[in-house]
């Protein structure tokens, strides 16, 4: 069975700091990987997603993650925290020998960003 | 992104009534369409899945009679939850499967905050 844990209900950050946000993930096969943002009352918007290659992935507003196949993790990371980011982030997964099924989500986790 | 119109974005509802969410894919045809239900501050639950043509798939717990699905056409699916009860107050969200396979990346609906009072 799929399924993504997300360790840490809330992570705090100053502004400017390094934020990492922590998923790691169980698949019987190859992955395909997924974060999300979600503000309040708003569905949810993609950041990025590994499906190959370079296990270094870049996306929207400055994220980025690092996938790990031993560890089997995919932390979100940003090098420098804005306010603006204080959302509550969401990983997924699906099997890629899955097509067609659902997302599997992380129970999710808030970042704050304080100033 | 692709979009995805979902609506009401919210609606209050008095108990025992029914509510009707639409979902609608502009950018694709879409096949099956994915149903969640979101608790503040809490995962996406997957509710059902619904394909075009054919009845619609509950997950384990969700009650078929209650949450009713339509996939009408390739771009609109519909969410009635009938005899609505304060149990029900929480955050829909469709997501349409896009037909590119899976490693393209979900797109949501903007969800819907229902309220019973």
């Known amino acids: 069975a799929q399924s993504v844990a997300q360790p840490e209900d809330q992570v705090n950050v100053a502004e400017g700091n390094p934020l990492t946000v922590k998923c790691t993930y169980s698949?019987?096969?190859?992955?395909?990987l997924f974060w999300y943002v979600q503000y309040p009352n708003r569905g949810l918007q993609f950041l990025l997603k590994?499906?190959?290659?370079?296990?270094l992935v870049k996306g929207s507003y400055g994220f980025e993650a690092e996938f790990n196949k031993s560890q089997t993790s995919f932390h979100l990371k940003k090098p420098s925290a804005l306010v603006s980011d204080s959302a509550l982030y969401f990983c997924?997964?699906?099997?890629?020998?899955?097509?067609?099924?659902?997302?599997?989500f992380g129970k999710g986790t808030t970042l704050s960003v304080s100033s | 992104g692709a979009v995805v119109s979902q609506h009401p974005s919210w609606v209050i509802c008095k108990s025992g009534t029914s509510v009707k969410i639409e979902c609608r894919s502009l950018?694709?045809?879409?096949?099956?369409m994915f149903w969640y239900r979101q608790f503040p501050k809490q995962s996406l639950m997957l509710m059902a899945t619904?394909?075009?043509?054919?009845?619609?798939?509950?997950e384990q717990g969700v009650e078929k009679d209650k949450f009713l699905i339509n996939h009408a056409s390739l771009t609109l699916s519909t969410l009635t939850v009938t005899s609505a009860h304060p149990e029900d107050s929480s955050f829909y969200i469709c997501?349409?499967?896009?037909?590119?396979?899976?490693?393209?990346?979900?797109?949501f609906g903007q969800g819907t905050r229902l309220t019973v009072v």
């Open positions: 698949v019987s096969g190859n992955p395909y």
């Open positions: 590994y499906i190959t290659g370079d296990n």
């Open positions: 619904s394909n075009e043509g054919s009845k619609a798939t509950y």
């Open positions: 997501s349409p499967d896009p037909p590119t396979g899976g490693a393209t990346e979900a797109f």
């Open positions: 997924a997964v699906r099997d890629i020998n899955q097509a067609g099924t659902a997302l599997i």
């Open positions: 950018d694709f045809q879409a096949t099956t």
